[in-house]
T-cell receptor
Framework: NAGVTQTPKFRILKIGQSMTLQCTQD?????MYWYRQDPGMGLKLIYY???????DKGEVPNGYNVSRSTTEDFPLRLELAAPSQTSVYFC?????????????FGEGSRLTVL | QKEVEQNSGPLSVPEGAIASLNCTYS??????FFWYRQYSGKSPELIMF????GDKEDGRFTAQLNKASQYVSLLIRDSQPSDSATYLC??????????FGSGTRLLVRP
């Protein structure tokens, strides 16, 4: 039972490089989210999606892009990496967000930009 | 900007005591409130949700909501060392987005 799978788990980028964080869920959830968590801080919403083909900005979308071509996949793209994007990134999904608020999180992707 | 505020802690309590964690929110239209627990280096997990004013109990955990004061709290009775973690308060907005606070770190001393 995989749940939400994120890859890679760790990555070091140089300033200006680009990369994609992959997120896949096998629970047939409509809602998917990307959060970032800086050390000692809470989660900040980057982008979210309520279904395939639909995405919207969260609290901190600048420097990121997303797509949702299928129900299962929700990749996060960093175009020009900056040191301020050093963080732990969590992908999450939910089927009943409006009822229980329960998000199922991936294990996180730790990104360092040098 | 919708905000969720928590004291960062650490809150240190002895084993067996009651731990009280507090959270305030700015969006008066918020309807749903959640407590997530996050162990160090792990992803968050939902432990409680509450919609109505008053108390909601689940085992050793009690969530309390006061919408007039825009205040949510979590009580942990008979605290155990395994409860040592960061507790994140989250509030759902009208677009079904969860807005998280910065979390309170709880330390339960054996």
């Amino acid at each position: 039972n995989a749940g939400v799978t994120q890859t890679p788990k760790f990555r070091i980028l140089k300033i200006g490089q680009s990369m994609t964080l992959q997120c896949t869920q096998d629970m047939n959830h409509n809602y998917m989210y990307w959060y970032r968590q800086d050390p000692g801080m809470g989660l900040k919403l980057i982008y979210y999606s309520v279904g395939a083909g639909i995405t919207d900005k969260g609290e901190v979308p600048n420097g990121y892009n997303v797509s949702r071509s299928t129900t299962e996949d929700f990749p996060l793209r960093l175009e020009l990496a900056a040191p301020s994007q050093t963080s732990v990134y969590f992908c999450a999904s939910s089927s009943h967000i409006s009822y229980t608020g329960e998000l199922f999180f991936g294990e996180g992707s730790r990104l360092t930009v040098l | 900007q919708k905000e969720v505020e928590q004291n960062s802690g650490p809150l240190s309590v002895p084993e067996g005591a009651i731990a009280s964690l507090n959270c305030t929110y700015s969006d008066r239209g918020s309807q749903s409130f959640f407590w997530y627990r996050q162990y160090s280096g792990k992803s968050p997990e939902l432990i409680m949700f509450i919609y109505s004013n008053g108390d909601k109990e689940d085992g050793r955990f009690t969530a309390q909501l006061n919408k007039a004061s825009q205040y949510v709290s979590l009580l942990i009775r008979d605290s155990q060392p395994s409860d040592s973690a960061t507790y994140l308060c989250a509030v759902m907005d009208s677009s079904y987005k969860l807005i998280f606070g910065s979390g309170t770190r709880l330390l339960v001393r054996p």
